[in-house]
Each structure stands twice: as structure tokens, then as C-alpha cells.
């Protein structure tokens, strides 16, 4: 069963998702807080991986980031990761509120940029009593640079630092295209299999999602380190699921990171690119996922 829910974060944004309860059954369940990656909206599959755990008795907290989708949150189409992985333990917090959840059995799953943020959480926040990081973001500074061709660095370089000098003036951040057709960008993702990925789905799944970022988003990202927290993580369990011709969030940054955790943790390793995990691999993806919440939250 699924229905719509809405939420308040510490400094009393509304966020908005969909709270997915196994059917037939009225009683406390394991919970796990999900939410999208760099730009994504709940739409583009997350209820598929959700549906896969509610069919295994799990209930699911998913919701929009902030300035995403249908949450609330200014400036719009903004990317602030510390202040997501906020939002994360805020949707912990609501969870806790519900009559369905067990609150000493909470998991946290996150895909690509927020695969990035439930090791954040997972490290910080000991509510949560499993992680899934999936295709996850380790390093912003390393991905930005290996996003960026050198020969255009000096570009986006200087795109940055004018916008930061337009807003000490009080204006607002300019807006950089998500995804572009033309490689050379200006673009936050310029590879072409994203240009691919985010069309497609935006127009079969979810025709909200908007190809835009502040300027400002970029640089966050730049200062954003989430893989500095892997080994802080345990004895909190964790998977982590890493496509191995991975070229959004380099599939060697999460190999070498996944070393530096502590046990318990296990690796899956999917065949394929950074959106097979969501497409010809999801139902490995969701499955890996799945059994590793069953075996920490409902076999204890």
C-alpha cells in the first residue's frame, strides 16, 4: 500500500513522498528512508525499489530533496548536500512519528549522489541500524574534475566565480543545465549517457524534472567528501552496490572505498553502467538491497 505524506525539516521546510507499507498487515515494520540523487525526483524509479521492499515486509519512507519535485524548499532546483543529508535524519525523525514504524529498526538507501549521503548518515546518525549505497558519489572534488575535460575547466572555473561575486551582491545563482547534448556543455553531467537516462526518463516517468541546477549547486558539490565517512560507519551493516563501468560515479573511487569500510559490510557488483542500476540491473539492484534490509532488520 502506498500512500502520499508530507513533513516538516528542522527549519520548517515541507518535504513531500510516498510512505509504502507491506498490504494486508497491521503492525510495526523495519522502515527505510529513501530519497534521489544529483537532481532526481521520487518518480524516476525509486517506487520501483520501494515496491520491491514493501513485498518483503518492509515499509518505506521516499520523498523528494528539497527545492525538488513536489517538495517545498527556495531556492529552487538547488543542491545542498549537508543540508540533504539533514533532511535525511528529519525524514528518520517522521518516521519515527508513524503508528507503522519500528523505530529501532530504521534503514537508509540512497542511489548515486545520495548513495553519498547515507554513508554521511549512516556514520552520524545511529537511529539508523542498516545502510544500502548504491552506485554512490564518494568524492566531490575527485568527480567534479574528472567530469569537467580539462580544456574546459578554466570555463566553468570562471562561470563559478563570477556567479559567486553576482550573489555577494545579492543576486540570485545562475542556472547550469543538468544534462546537454553537446559534450563540450556547459552541462553539471556532460557524459552522454546521462543525456540519455535523464531525457528518456523525464519523459516516460516523471515529466516534473527539470534540466537545471543553481551554479551554486556545483560548487557545493566541489566541498562535498562523503566518502571520508566509510569508516566510521560500522557496526552499522553495509552494502554497498557499485556498477563496474561506472563513469557518473566512478566505479574505482567507490571500489576503493568500499576498502576502507569496516565490517559488516558486503559488496555487489553489477555489470554494466551508472543507469543499469536503474534499468536492465534494477531487479538485481533492488533484490541485493532488499535481502541485505531483511537480513539486519527482520532476522533478529
Same mark, same amino acid.
Given at each position: ?20 507499507? *507491506? ?6 515494520? *523495519? ?5 534521489h540523487g544529483f537532481s532526481g525526483v521520487k518518480e524516476m524509479f525509486l517506487d520501483d525499489f520501494a515496491k520491491c521492499f514493501a513485498d518483503a515486509g518492509l515499509a518505506a519512507i521516499v520523498f523528494d530533496n528539497r527545492n525538488f519535485g513536489a517538495s517545498d524548499g527556495q531556492p529552487r532546483q538547488e543542491i545542498n548536500p549537508h543540508q540533504q ?100 556543455? *556547459? ?76 565490517? *559488516? ?36
Amino acid at each position: 500500500m502506498r500512500k502520499d505524506i508530507e513533513f516538516k525539516t528542522e527549519d520548517r521546510v515541507t518535504l513531500r513522498g510516498w510512505h509504502y507499507v *507491506p498490504d494486508g498487515r497491521a503492525e510495526r515494520f *523495519p522502515t527505510i528512508v529513501m530519497a534521489h540523487g544529483f537532481s532526481g525526483v521520487k518518480e524516476m524509479f525509486l517506487d520501483d525499489f520501494a515496491k520491491c521492499f514493501a513485498d518483503a515486509g518492509l515499509a518505506a519512507i521516499v520523498f523528494d530533496n528539497r527545492n525538488f519535485g513536489a517538495s517545498d524548499g527556495q531556492p529552487r532546483q538547488e543542491i545542498n548536500p549537508h543540508q540533504q543529508i539533514s533532511d535525511y535524519r528529519d525524514a528518520i525523525t517522521f518516521a519515527e512519528t508513524l503508528p507503522q514504524t519500528d523505530s529501532a529498526r530504521i534503514g537508509v538507501w540512497g542511489s548515486s549522489f545520495s548513495g553519498g549521503h547515507v554513508l554521511v548518515v549512516g556514520a552520524t546518525d545511529r537511529r539508523v541500524k542498516c545502510v544500502v549505497s548504491q552506485v554512490p558519489s564518494i568524492s566531490g572534488y575527485a568527480t567534479s574534475r574528472r567530469m569537467t575535460r580539462p580544456d574546459l575547466a578554466a570555463r566553468m572555473n570562471a562561470m563559478l566565480d563570477a556567479d559567486r561575486r553576482n550573489r555577494y551582491q545579492g543576486k540570485p545563482s545562475a542556472m547550469l543545465p543538468v544534462i546537454s547534448e553537446n559534450p563540450a556543455g *556547459p552541462a553539471a553531467l556532460p557524459q552522454h549517457e546521462t543525456w540519455v537516462w535523464f531525457t528518456e526518463t523525464s519523459k516516460s516517468r516523471a515529466p516534473a524534472w527539470k534540466n537545471e541546477i543553481t551554479l551554486r549547486s556545483a560548487e557545493l558539490v566541489r566541498a562535498y567528501e562523503p566518502g571520508t565517512y566509510i569508516g566510521q560507519i560500522s557496526p552499522t551493516p553495509l552494502l554497498m552496490i557499485v556498477a563496474l563501468e561506472d563513469h557518473v560515479a566512478f566505479a574505482d573511487e567507490a571500489l576503493a572505498a568500499y576498502e576502507r569500510a569496516l565490517e *559488516p559490510k558486503k559488496l555487489v557488483m553489477l555489470k554494466g553502467g551508472h543507469f543499469d542500476a536503474y534499468g536492465k540491473h534494477l531487479k538485481s539492484a533492488a533484490e541485493a538491497g532488499r535481502d541485505w534490509f531483511v537480513q539486519h532488520l527482520c532476522q533478529s
